[in-house]
């Protein structure tokens, strides 16, 4: 799908009219994205430097992170001068002893002096302590205000394709934060910022697996034969998974060509069909050993405002994209092995709305909270339940729209360009991966960092 200013942006008489008349333009190149199969040392030869206030608590899982991947390690403290010349891709600052306003001039002083080394596509990282487990007002301002200070700082580097994200690392998790840690400085994280992570302890620990960690799984992906779903099921099986394509029968011989290319199986069935969850379960009985992996990727749009929709367009939005959806999960619920893996679909039209989609909006919000509700009832069985809300994404149903709406939509975000199906892809992957014990319940924006919503 084709960024009209982009284009037109290559052609240096055309760029200086956009500039003019003062467009933004993304970044060229594009942003650094991988599509390649995990490997054990995806920073091998990047520079990253960290710092930390007072009690830090993360000096150990930072650099264990980092030197495991390959990244070349500089710790700044004291009088430490950086290396002349060199730009880091990453730097990392460790605010999980900040407690008082006044600590925060660490944090200020570490980015103050070093943001204009960062390279271009580069990451910024804050990690720092969760507001909600305390009480005490002041300490939980100090910590708050971290998301502020990385949303803004997110949208200063933006332009120079870099992203900012904000960890917030419960006490005792800090054993899980090494695989968010990175993935958030891997090239897959390439559309994801201003992203508040949470890292909890809620799930039990599983040993890291870097390289095929879904060897052995099966996953069920719906609305699989394309787009996203399509990115979605190719990203998975490159990884080991055995895929399930599951799409409507109309889409049946689509599904059959991914299945095929990727190695998994086709299943005709549409999930607002209440016998569907049933028809999963016979083809996993018939053609796997089991369930461990559910992506509810199928949905749909009828965009009219609430004053012109008709009754049949609410009621099929609302019962694909969310009662169909529930009432296949709580049926499957029962057959997902013991440390599966359980990722929706959201929107970030589901956070901050869109004129136009009340149905829609309604119903992404909906999943969100459907999602933090049952995480904690299937935690004891090792299950994470998350979802990924995408912002604009360059698909085909994003093509039909007028080129102006697509490309204001491009430019709502830090990073001032939309995003690609495989940017979604690679973010489910990581979620399904075994050892993402640290996260669930959570909602993981896939947007650019999008100006509008929480």
């Known amino acids: 799908m084709g960024d009209f200013l982009v284009k037109l942006s290559a052609n240096k008489t055309a760029r200086k009219v956009v500039q003019t008349l003062h467009l933004p333009i993304p970044l060229p190149p594009t942003l650094a994205r991988t599509s390649a199969p995990l490997e054990e040392q995806p920073l091998k030869g990047r520079a990253v430097w960290t710092g930390a206030g007072a009690n830090g608590a993360l000096a150990g899982a930072i650099k264990d992170t980092v030197t495991g991947a390959g990244g070349e390690l500089l710790v ?14 990453a730097l990392i600052y460790d605010a999980t002893g900040i407690e008082t306003p006044e600590a925060l001039k660490g944090l200020y002083e ?9 390279a271009n596509c580069g990451r910024a990282i804050v990690a720092a302590r969760t507001p909600e487990e305390t009480d005490d007002p002041i300490i939980r301002a100090a910590r708050r205000s971290v998301q502020g ?50 890292v909890s302890a809620r799930i039990a ?36 998974a055995a895929v399930i394509v599951m799409d409507r029968p109309a889409e049946l011989e689509t599904a059959k060509k991914v299945a095929e290319a990727i190695g998994g199986t086709a299943l005709a069935a ?8 049933q028809a999963v379960l016979d083809h996993v009985k018939q053609n796997h050993p089991g369930l461990d992996i559910v992506v ?44 599966g893996r359980i990722i929706t679909l959201s929107s970030v039209g589901g956070i901050a709305g869109n004129p136009g989609q009340t149905n829609y909006a309604a119903t992404k919000a909906a999943l969100i909270g ?38 204001v939509a491009r430019r709502l975000c830090c990073l001032t360009q939309g995003g690609l199906p495989e940017d979604i892809a690679e973010t489910i992957t990581f979620l399904a991966s075994p050892d993402t014990t640290g996260l669930t319940g959570e909602v993981v924006r896939i947007c650019g960092g999008n100006f509008v919503g929480a």
Not at 170 to 179: H, I, K, L, S, T
Not at 372 to 393: D, E, H, K, M, Y
Request: hydrophobic letters at 40%.
């Open 76 to 89: 700044i403290e004291g009088g430490t001068v950086p290396p002349e010349n060199t730009r880091p891709y």
């Open 110 to 118: 570490f980015f103050h002096a070093n943001v204009r080394s960062l």
């Open 149 to 198: 200070f990385v949303r803004s700082l997110g949208k200063e580097i933006g332009r120079r394709g870099a992203t900012a994200q904000t960890l917030y690392v419960d006490a005792g998790a800090e054993g899980r934060v090494e695989p968010v840690l990175r993935f958030i400085l891997s090239k897959r994280s390439a559309y994801i910022s201003l992203q508040p992570f949470h």
């Open 205 to 240: 620990d599983a040993a890291p697996c870097r390289v095929q960690p879904l060897k052995g799984k099966v996953a069920l992906v719906t609305g699989a034969a394309r787009g996203i779903g399509e990115a979605t099921a190719r990203a998975l099986a490159r990884e080991g």
């Open 270 to 277: 549409d999930i607002t069909d209440p016998k569907a969850a």
């Open 296 to 339: 509810h990727n199928a949905g749909i749009t009828r965009d009219k405002t609430i004053a012109n929709m008709s009754p049949d367009k609410w009621d099929m939005v609302l019962s694909v994209n969310l009662i169909a959806l529930i009432r296949a999960n709580e049926e499957l619920l029962g057959s997902i092995r013991d440390g």
């Open 370 to 407: 459907y999602v933090q509700a049952l995480a904690p009832r299937v935690a004891a069985r090792g299950i994470t339940v998350n979802a990924v809300a995408p912002g604009f994404i360059e698909t085909q149903m994003t093509a039909a729209m007028p080129m102006g709406t697509r490309e």
